[in-house]
């Protein structure tokens, strides 16, 4: 029997739920609060993960093309693809990953997630950055106050990233750390890895 136009609308919305973008903002806040239903706020789709992808591949794109501009073209250029690549991994693991647990229709919508929620750092910089100086004024040593605010720091962005790919992944506790300790170690091998040489490279 035909589905009548109201009913027909009605399917249609309702299995293209997963496929649509809600509020960006929403979801990196809900998720920051550890609260999954955040995760329904990223598109399941190739667009999706695209609109994550351009601010995070621009800035690097800027930076060299600053480096290029004092004259220092060659230095640029391997910066800048040192960090695409390190921008890029993270999605290329996350569907690896998510293929060989048997969650590859999920992957998605979780690695543009992982890639807005990049952004939190920035209040988190601002509010780390406000705690520091009030550790200080209450009589701590300004090394050790800045290196318990960047421990405090790297422990809540590794948690959001595990909680993210818990959530949008539905994978147990133990896998989604697997994969937060695999791709933040290729995210730093391919970001950092090319300046560590160089500075290799130069010691007498």
């Known amino acids: ?29 809900l998720l920051a ?3 999954a239903a955040g995760i329904a706020e990223f598109g399941n789709t190739g667009d999706a993960l ?3 992808l351009a601010p995070l591949i621009a800035f690097p794109l800027v ?26 991994v ?22 543009s997630a992982l890639n807005w929620s990049f952004w ?20 701590m040593n300004e090394t050790r106050a800045e290196e318990i605010v960047i421990l405090l720091l790297a422990a809540y962005m590794l948690w959001l990233h595990w909680f ?18 695999l791709s933040n170690c290729a995210i730093g091998l391919l970001t950092f890895g090319p300046d560590l040489l160089d500075l290799i490279m130069k010691k007498p």
């Open 120 to 139: 939190i750092l920035i209040p988190l910089l601002l509010a780390a950055a406000f705690i520091g100086a009030l550790l200080v004024m209450a009589g």
């Open 164 to 181: 993210i790919v818990r959530t949008g992944l539905r994978l147990s506790g133990w896998l989604a750390a697997g994969l937060v300790i």
């Open 63 to 88: 930076g060299a093309a600053m480096i290029a501009m004092s004259g220092q073209p060659g230095l640029a250029a391997l910066r800048f693809l040192s960090r695409l690549c390190g921008v890029l």
């Open 50 to 52: 695209a609109a994550s």
């Open 1 to 29: 029997m035909p589905l009548l136009p109201a009913n027909r609308a009605r399917q249609n919305r309702s299995s293209n739920r997963g496929n649509n973008r809600g509020s960006i903002l929403r979801g990196i806040l």
């Open 90 to 111: 993270l999605p290329v693991i996350t569907q690896t990953y998510a293929k060989v647990t048997g969650r590859e229709a999920f992957w998605l919508s979780t690695a």
């Open 33 to 35: 609060r550890g609260r």
